[in-house]
T-cell receptor
Framework: GAVVSQHPSWVICKSGTSVKIECRSL??????MFWYRQFPKQSLMLMAT?????????EQGVEKDKFLINHASLTLSTLTVTSAHPEDSSFYIC?????????????FGEGSRLTVL | GDSVTQMEGPVTLSEEAFLTINCTYT??????LFWYVQYPGEGLQLLLK?????DKGSNKGFEATYRKETTSFHLEKGSVQVSDSAVYFC????????????FGAGTRLAVHP
């Protein structure tokens, strides 16, 4: 199947700094990518939907100025956690939909674990 | 809004035991339903799906039937293996735009030899 890669797989940063997480579709073009957040022993919560070349659509309760999403090409979306704080520590997962694919053809990255000290 | 409810884990079974993981949903319209699996240290993978009532999705010995009357999509396997140990997520495709997947909380399965 299609491969989605995230980088970094884990990152530790100091409170107040910004962290960028990349999501790449390695062997397909993705017009739409999704960013999820997963708390320990909990489900994945959709944060935002990004479409190539346009602004991301954020879910209710997600701060768009805090979680900046850029989907500048058909193979790359980035999530930047700005001025990170300990409560932002979480597992962030991206997924991508193959351009033109049918319903539900989503492929997931391995996730990026963020720890804010 | 749309939601998915899964049985709480962890589920601990011996090898070759029968597995059922319950999943029920609430949704407007007629969503598509999915089971995803997350093996240790890996990303989520689609296990199986069903797009309409009475459809049965199956893969790797797992199967689930879309039951509209009970709004359920229970995952079953007749004989589990140690390699099936993972976290299983039930999900539905929201009837809203952008094909948003809504996930259940996940159920951890541990299979012992």
């Amino acid at each position: 199947g299609a491969v989605v890669s995230q980088h970094p797989s884990w990152v530790i940063c100091k409170s107040g700094t910004s962290v960028k997480i990349e999501c790449r579709s390695l062997d397909f073009q993705a017009t739409t990518m999704f960013w999820y957040r997963q708390f320990p022993k909990q489900s994945l919560m959709l944060m935002a939907t990004s479409n190539e070349g346009s602004k991301a659509t954020y879910e209710q309760g997600v701060e768009k100025d805090k979680f900046l999403i850029n989907h500048a090409s058909l193979t790359l979306s980035t999530l930047t956690v700005t001025s990170a704080h300990p409560e932002d520590s979480s597992f962030y997962i991206c997924s991508a939909r193959v351009a033109g694919a049918g319903t539900g053809e989503l492929f997931f990255g391995e996730g990026s674990r963020l720890t804010v000290l | 809004g749309d939601s998915v409810t899964q049985m709480e884990g962890p589920v601990t079974l011996s090898e070759e035991a029968f597995l059922t993981i319950n999943c029920t949903y609430t949704a407007t319209g007629y969503p598509s339903l999915f089971w995803y699996v997350q093996y240790p240290g890996e990303g989520l993978q689609l296990l199986l799906k069903a797009t309409k009532a009475d459809d049965k999705g199956s893969n790797k010995g797992f199967e689930a039937t879309y039951r509209k009357e009970t709004t359920s999509f229970h995952l079953e396997k007749g004989s589990v293996q140690v390699s099936d140990s993972a976290v299983y997520f039930c999900a539905l495709l929201s009837s809203g735009g952008y094909n948003k997947l809504i996930f259940g909380a996940g159920t951890r399965l541990a299979v012992h030899p």
